[in-house]
């Protein structure tokens, strides 16, 4: 809305209606939603598995550009093997996430943003291990270590699982910016403070698993 300014065609008491219309009137908007989603979500992915090392030596106060870039180079294949076997057991964690969610309602969001927290805090800490402490790089023992890691430091736990709520709560924020007209252009410059903010605070999580 803020992109199109005085063009814009609903307010703000039929937005929604005008949504489902568009949608229902136009399919090829949908498949360019879900495609934009499906290409965003997947460049994230690679993103992240090829950066990791470097983030991660960047922040054990390694500086140099060819020794952080030798890093990605070297690193990738365990990122990726790590990264597998993160998927599976996110995918677990989800499951029991949901549950209490489904058993008890509202008043078990707390509990849900914990455990889907895990995973992301045992991934960042198996490659960690990989890239500073010289863990075995592909085998699933050092995935493992890591859900111990975690499990056994409820602090880390409860902060990083704060801290990633708090970038989920940023990227929410960001979107809210982007789909309001009360700011106008300004709303996409607020968003694109937000989206940095939140990148600061996945990296501030990052930090979290050298022990």
């Given at each position: 809305?803020a992109?199109?300014g005085?063009?814009?065609?609903?307010?703000?008491?039929?937005?929604?209606?005008?949504?489902?219309?568009?949608?229902?009137?136009?399919?090829a908007v949908i498949?360019?939603v879900?495609?934009?989603?499906?290409?965003?979500?997947i460049?994230?992915?690679?993103?992240s598995?090829?950066?990791a090392?470097?983030?991660i030596a960047?922040?054990?106060?390694?500086?140099r550009?060819t020794?952080?870039?030798?890093?990605c180079?070297?690193?990738?294949?365990?990122m990726?093997?790590?990264?597998?076997?993160?998927?599976?057991?996110?995918a677990?964690c989800?499951?029991?996430?949901v549950?209490?969610?489904?058993?008890?309602?509202?008043?078990?969001l707390?509990?849900?943003?914990l455990?889907?927290?895990?995973?992301?805090?045992?991934?960042?800490r198996?490659?960690?291990?990989?890239?500073?402490?010289?863990?075995?790089?592909?085998?699933p023992?050092?995935?493992l270590?890591?859900?111990?890691d975690v499990a056994?430091?409820?602090l880390?736990?409860?902060s990083g699982a704060?801290?990633?709520?708090a970038?989920?709560?940023?990227?929410?924020?960001?979107?809210l910016?982007?789909?309001?007209?009360?700011?106008?252009?300004?709303g996409?410059?607020?968003a694109?403070?937000?989206?940095l903010?939140?990148?600061m605070?996945?990296m501030?999580?990052?930090?979290?698993?050298?022990?």
């Open positions: 809305t992109a199109m005085d063009w814009r065609w609903f307010d703000d008491g039929h937005r929604m209606r005008a949504l489902v219309e568009l949608f229902a009137d136009n399919p498949a360019a879900v495609g934009s989603l499906m290409s965003t979500t460049i994230a992915a690679v993103f598995v090829v950066t090392p470097a983030i960047r922040l054990d106060a390694r500086r550009f020794e952080l870039c030798g890093s180079a070297r690193y990738l294949g365990p990726l093997v790590q990264s597998g076997y993160g998927l599976i057991f996110r677990l989800t499951g029991l996430a549950l209490p969610a489904t058993l008890i309602g509202p008043g078990a707390p509990l849900f943003f455990f889907a927290a895990f995973p992301v805090l045992v991934l960042d198996a490659r960690t291990a990989v890239v500073l402490e010289e863990a075995r790089p592909y085998h023992m050092t995935f270590r890591a859900i111990v056994r430091r409820p880390w736990w409860l704060l801290i990633d709520t970038k989920i709560a940023v990227g929410i924020a960001a979107l910016f982007i789909v309001s007209h009360d700011l106008g252009a300004a996409i410059w607020i694109r403070l937000a989206g903010l939140a990148l605070l996945g501030w999580r990052v930090s979290l698993a050298r022990l």
